[in-house]
């Protein structure tokens, strides 16, 4: 039997901690064991992108990041970027520009927009195409969330 | 998938690092980035007994500038490298390379180490270290050694890494001022696994083409340097037959696969056409005489 380990972290804002097994994923560790069910667990193997999440302010694939390796960190997620009552600025984008439609690839995306926000430039689209390149999307064929990133850039400005 | 279950050391130094890969008596595998480990892992083509992570380890996570050759700490995220305005400046066909390299998210956590170490035939980092004379820091119980990319690189996912060793660095040369290079991949998808690249430096001297180096990937079991095609081109006038005569080469001189992606013949011919655009796009960028 492998020996389990301590897990401590911060997920948006609140501290948690846990005795898990060293193997598993950092995106278990917030659906089965805090109950965060926000963040979708899609290929799991780094491919689709459904599973981002904030490690220290920077997006990660919470697929390819063991729980035990976020002890300590900073952990975002999309149950960070609104409720129900009242959606976050990326949400509302998402819902202005149907940016969406089942939905499933969604938490992943906003939680990498919130990357691109903070730090890369988004001056046209391509770049802003670049930037989303990593996550996939089967229902919108993407126009839609380019039109809403393109929206958050505009009101973000350029970077400093 | 799940990971089959393993053992988890998070290493504080590099010493505690090798020790438990040695404790680990060839069943422990290092995580870094884990950007192309963990996938394997969640598959279970995988399966370490113990996981050394060396995330924690301080100071691996700096690209360092020793005058003639920068090292790259085996915990330096490609968003670094890609970002690093010295780079650009002294090694821009890098910095060109670095746009190819994966997404947005993959490159916060993946590291040009690993990415050499994890040693994929279509990945462009192993390519990249070729081409720059690439050395690898490795420590190991008996102490540190060196082993230059071309004998560090031995085929498909195979490195000469022993079991108990931890790569710590990759020294990669600088380019003389007026360099010419040039870089070119084609993947069906940005940011996916290329089908094939090629890129390619060149300086000029009295309009002659000097000290060339050329390296391909995606086209066999490894990046490779294609030192015939080299020599070739040294001393040419990198005109147009000059250019087709090295192409001509290069195909002849290449063992592609055949897998879904394309056949083999498929990829030996986007080869040539990649490299001879790459081989023009350097000597046009190829300052004359700037070096000396």
Known sequence: ?160 | MKPAPFDYVSAESVAHAVEALAAAAGDGKVIAGGQSLMPMINFRMVRPSVLVDINRIAGLDRIEDRGDRFHIGALVRHRLTASDPAIARHIPVLHEAMKNVAHLTVRNRGTFCGSVCHADPAAELPMMTLLLNGTIHIASPSGERTLPAREFLLSSLTTALQPDELVTGIAIEKLAPGTGWGFEEFARRHGDYALAAVTATVERRQGRASNVRLAVMGVGDTATRLPAVEAALEGSAMDGPAIADAVARLRTGIEPNSDLNGSADYRRHLAGVLAERVLKAAWDRAEEGAST
Do not use: W
């Open chain 1, 1 to 160: 039997m492998n020996a389990k380990v301590d897990v401590n972290l911060v997920v948006n804002g609140v501290s948690h901690k846990r005795t898990v097994e060293p193997r598993m994923l950092l995106s278990d560790f917030l659906r089965h064991e805090l109950g965060l069910t926000g963040t979708h667990v899609g290929c799991e193997h780094g491919v689709c992108g459904a599973c981002t999440v904030l490690l220290d302010g920077r997006s990660a694939r919470s697929c390819l990041t063991l729980a035990v390796q976020a002890d300590g960190l900073e952990v975002e997620t999309v149950e960070g970027q609104g409720s129900r009552e009242q959606l976050g600025r990326i949400q509302t984008a998402f819902r202005d520009h149907h940016g969406l439609q089942c939905g499933f690839c969604t938490p992943g995306f906003i939680m990498t927009i919130v990357d691109m926000l903070q730090h890369h430039p988004l001056e046209n689209d391509e770049q802003i195409r670049e930037a989303l390149s990593g996550n996939i999307c089967r229902c919108t064929g993407y126009q839609h969330i380019v039109n809403a990133v393109r929206e958050l850039a505009k009101e973000r400005g350029p970077l400093p």
